[in-house]
């Protein structure tokens, strides 16, 4: 039985994400995926990517499994095995130097400990590069009425676990401050999601 993933809302997201991607991203470089998942962007992401080196990681056994699998199958040579990252804990990350770190789908899906390591270990690795941390997902944004939707999955993840939930994007701004970092862009996409982009 194949170790391999699937998580629908990867197909119908990637290709909006991956515009954003090319106007962000450095011409060459390493990418680091925090959260990578099932490793289904990852794949699509070094593909259209081949400049770039693109490193996943996940702080899951499992996902780290399904990422194994589909890089066995990627042809390229720019998809580094998957690495065991927990974005809380950002001083025992092992990787040590990115020039872009993209995180999908994970701030809201975690504790809020995970943000805090996620830009304090952004901050440390991007350094003086003027790299871009980049996020997506659905975030509450003041002065921008919250979609019904957004709100039954808030709702729904919080039932889940009370440590998740959607984050309000003027937190993260702040958190962004607290690190030496600064919003750079803000870009709407499909189904009530946004990237927000940090350096």
């Known amino acids: 039985m194949s170790a391999k993933q699937h998580a629908p809302a990867t197909l119908r997201n990637r290709e909006p994400i991956a515009a954003v991607l090319a106007r962000e991203f450095p011409p060459s470089g390493t990418v680091l995926e925090i959260a990578a998942g099932t490793g289904e962007h990852a794949v699509f992401f070094a593909e259209a990517f081949p400049a770039l080196a693109w490193q996943p990681s996940d702080p899951s056994p499992e996902a780290l499994a399904s990422i194994a699998a589909y890089r066995e199958d990627y042809p390229g040579n720019n998809l580094a095995a998957p690495q065991l990252l927990d974005a809380a804990a950002p001083d025992s990350w092992p990787v040590t130097q990115a020039d ?31 790299g871009p941390l980049i996020l997506y997902g659905p975030y509450i944004e003041q002065g921008i009425e919250t979609a019904p939707s957004n ?47 940090y350096r």
């Open 100 to 130: 872009a770190i993209v995180c999908i789908n994970m701030v809201h899906i975690s504790p809020w400990e995970a943000t805090l390591g996620l830009f304090r270990g952004a901050a440390r690795l991007l350094g003086n590069s003027g």
């Open 151 to 197: 709100l039954e999955f808030d709702a729904s993840l919080k039932a889940r676990d009370l440590r998740w939930g959607l984050r309000e994007a003027e937190a993260l701004d702040a958190l962004a401050a607290q690190n030496g970092l600064a919003r750079s862009a803000r870009y709407a996409l499909p189904a009530n999601n946004i990237i927000l982009v």
